[in-house]
């Protein structure tokens, strides 16, 4: 299935309104004794984005297992969102990492916390209502409706599979209920996406950003 039947096919979920993130060190002379060179400069020690994350039950218990997406697990709590996260089959979560949410701007986070509709809607814009694996995205570019009611753009033609300005860096994780796509971004609803656009806009014309499908 491409993108753009996605988009027709994929319905958005109905939530209540009780339902409320070198250097090279220089080489030694030669008639230096080898003692007397300097040591290489140490590699920076780098921090992977996130650590392998496994199958674990359903979206809930495998997010939470995980260890690194505590803050998107205490978000959906925080909204009444963690039953439909465990309930519901089929679904797709892009989820940000810890790091992504502590990346926000200064202060960001918590307002969110402290706007229980508004985060609610940024959860939920996380969200796609179909199995949507990897497959389905490489070498294709589209929007895809969210929980949220609005559109992320999913793009697949390069090496780096994207949503909106997220890299998706582990795919596929398949839990008991869906699938679970590691993000180092967080999504916000109407922010630009990688080639500049906001998404939601990008869904008007779907037939110029993916490749028709036949009758």
Do not use: C
């Not at 080489?27 to 590699?43: F, I, T």
């Not at 199958?55 to 909204?79: C, E, R, S, Y």
């Not at 701007?105 to 509709?117: I, Q, S, T, Y």
């Amino acid at each position: 299935m491409t993108l753009t039947r996605l988009m027709t096919a994929a319905a958005v979920l109905t939530l209540t309104a009780s339902a409320a993130v070198a250097q090279t060190a220089a080489p030694a002379a030669p008639a230096a004794p080898a003692a007397a060179a300097a040591p290489a400069a140490a590699a920076p020690a780098t921090t992977p984005a996130a650590t392998n994350v496994v199958p674990n039950g359903d979206i809930v218990q495998t997010l939470k297992l995980a260890g690194q997406f505590n803050t998107f697990a205490k978000a959906a709590d925080a909204t009444n969102l963690t039953g439909l996260l465990k309930n519901n089959k089929g679904l797709t979560v892009f989820a940000p990492t810890d790091a992504a949410f502590a990346a926000l701007p200064a202060g960001e986070l918590d307002k969110l916390m402290a706007d229980k509709p508004r985060l609610q809607k940024l959860i939920t814009y996380h969200i796609i209502n179909a199995p949507v694996d990897s497959a389905k995205i490489k070498g294709h570019v589209g929007a895809v409706p969210t929980v949220a009611g609005s559109n992320v753009e999913l793009d697949g033609a390069g090496d780096v599979l994207k949503v909106n300005n997220a890299d998706i860096i582990q795919a596929d994780v398949r839990v008991s209920n869906g699938i679970v796509h590691v993000i180092d971004k967080v999504l916000t609803p109407g922010a630009p996406t990688a080639g500049g656009a906001d998404a939601s806009a990008s869904a008007a014309t779907p037939a110029s950003a993916a490749p028709s499908t036949p009758k």
